[in-house]
């Protein structure tokens, strides 16, 4: 089984800096498509996960442009341009490249 | 708009058998795989396994083979997971979630909360 591994556990923001959070795979996820199988979904408090990012870089509908993805291979990066007091929330990973479908610890992203 | 509007909570005792549902509106029902995830308290999500509603094949967590049963009824649009065996360490809020074009899970259930206490 892949196992996500993500960086930090806790990230404090002052609203309008920018935030970045890590996230390592124990194996590659690049398929042969040549895309990434990695997803970045964000979990607001009291609410079900949303998608965020899909194959590494792509931002679903309605995601602002704030947000963006990164990475290839084991390594990839969630960055937020700059935090809105909205953003606030629990940030996960996940690999989407073979089952078990396997998400990282989550990333608790909190507002200074 | 896609919609997936799941079951209400439950509260089972150890040993017993729980079964959610997951009523689809807003896409094709047959043309997209279901799953089914859960959390904990205080931990992330975990994927159990899902259907595929064309043909009813599934792939199951090895984790949770031989415990879970997903399935789908086409008629109705709604799937289905019964957890059997039940203990303390399934007490968490069940999701189902389902891609329908923008990566594996871009659409999720309100979520279940199961209770299993004696």
């Known amino acids: 089984d892949i196992v996500m591994t993500q960086s930090p556990l806790s990230l404090p923001v002052t609203p309008g800096e920018p935030a970045s959070i890590f996230c390592r795979s124990s194996q590659s996820l690049l398929h042969s498509s040549g895309y990434n199988f990695l997803e970045w979904y964000l979990q607001k408090p009291g609410q079900s996960p949303q998608l965020l990012i899909y194959?590494?870089?792509i931002r679903a509908s309605g995601v602002p442009d704030r947000f963006s993805g990164s990475g290839s291979g084991t390594d990839f990066t969630l960055k937020i341009s700059r935090v809105e007091a909205e953003d606030v929330g629990v940030y996960y990973c996940m690999q989407a490249l073979q089952p078990p479908y396997s998400f990282g610890q989550g990333t608790n992203l909190e507002i200074k | 708009e896609v919609r997936l509007v799941q079951s209400g909570a439950e509260v089972k005792k150890p040993g017993a058998t729980v079964k959610i549902s997951c009523k689809a509106s807003g896409y094709a029902f047959n043309d997209y795989y279901m799953n089914w995830l859960r959390q904990a308290p205080g931990k992330g999500p975990e994927w159990m396994g899902l259907v595929n509603p064309e043909d009813g094949q599934n792939i199951y967590a090895e984790k949770f083979r031989g415990r879970v049963t997903i399935t789908a009824d086409t008629s109705t649009d709604t799937a289905y997971m019964e957890v059997s065996s039940l203990t303390s360490e399934d007490t968490a809020v069940y999701y189902c979630a389902s891609g329908t074009g923008e990566g594996f899970f871009d659409n999720w259930g309100q979520g279940t909360l199961v209770i299993v206490s004696s």
């Open positions: 194959l590494s870089s």
